[in-house]
């Protein structure tokens, strides 16, 4: 299990807002390393959505927001779509384990 | 445009050794790190190492040193991932990604799309 734990799932009507939470410690988060976000839809390769905490690669939409807070970040996705079913994942750095690591995953359906 | 092209699905047997690949093309392939990524069946992302084309400097996450080894050739762009001796378990879809940012704030902004492998008897 890694240390980084997300809910299994959330979900959301169209046009809605939710938000996918990542909850780390004092190794991680907490030690100040910054959390990077990934969209995965199966059968697919992943793709970076948020890196250095805020930042969001040319071509993702601003529906996307991110917020940190001492032991934990959060992805928000507001005006949902059909097109953000996918499964997202936290990533930072723990030093205890030293080892970079992934968040547990969570699975966003569209109702 | 920056891609990783891994090769293709591969169905073996326990015990089997195995090799795959990742190459690079559109950007400096030595220069830029290189990780691995396993997603077990109905799994999530694991962190398995990275390598430094370059030089093939190695950080290994401690979950997989010993159990795969990484390498690369800068000269024709590829990474490699190989198993010795395969086991049931190791049935994974296994990525490739190029790694951005400082140590310790490594992310992948490109990855590959995926080998699938599977060790059955």
């Known amino acids: 299990q890694s240390v980084l734990t997300q809910p299994p799932s959330v979900s959301g009507a169209p046009g809605q807002r939710v938000t996918i939470s990542c909850t780390g410690s004092?190794?991680?988060?907490?030690?100040?390393?910054?959390v990077h976000w990934y969209q995965h839809l199966p059968g697919t390769a992943p793709k970076l959505l948020i890196y250095d905490n805020t930042n969001r690669p040319s071509g993702v939409p601003d529906r996307f927001s991110v917020s940190k807070s001492a032991t934990s970040a959060s992805l928000a996705i507001s005006g949902l779509q059909a097109e953000d079913e996918a499964d997202y994942y936290c990533q930072s750095y723990d030093r205890s384990l030293s080892n970079y690591v992934f968040g547990t995953g969570t699975k966003v359906t569209v109702l | 445009e920056v891609q990783l092209v891994q090769s293709g699905a591969e169905v073996k047997k326990p015990g089997e050794s195995l090799k795959i690949s990742c190459k690079g093309s559109?950007?400096?392939?030595?220069?830029?790190?290189i990780g691995w990524v396993r997603q077990m069946p109905g799994k999530g992302l694991e962190w398995m190492g990275i390598i430094y084309p370059d030089d093939s400097d190695t950080i290994y996450s401690p979950s997989f040193q010993g159990q795969v080894t990484i390498s690369a050739d800068k000269s024709i762009t590829t990474a490699y991932l190989q198993w010795s001796s395969l086991k049931a378990s190791d049935t994974a879809i296994y990525f490739c990604?190029?790694?951005?940012?400082?140590?310790?704030?490594?992310?992948?902004?490109?990855w590959g799309k995926g080998t699938t492998v599977t060790v059955s008897s």
């Open positions: 990604a190029r790694l951005r940012g400082a140590r310790y704030y490594y992310y992948m902004d490109v």
């Open positions: 004092s190794s991680n988060i907490g030690a100040g390393y910054d």
């Open positions: 559109g950007y400096s392939f030595a220069t830029y790190w």
